[in-house]
């Protein structure tokens, strides 16, 4: 994923940040993860760090 640095997804109200490596959770997760958090009503703000 050649576009990955420090992408960031954003959304109003709390905000979280998260700093992950490749090794710690797949993009595949961080998405499903925010999709949990979204249904939830919550806020997200997600930047992520590929190494």
Do not use: C, H, P
């Amino acid at each position: 994923m050649s576009e990955g640095e420090g992408e960031e997804f954003k959304i109003k109200d709390v905000t979280l940040n998260w700093t992950v490596s490749k090794q710690q959770m797949t993009y595949k997760n961080l998405k499903n993860m925010s999709d949990i958090i979204l249904a939830n009503r919550k806020t997200l703000f997600l930047t992520i760090y590929y190494a």
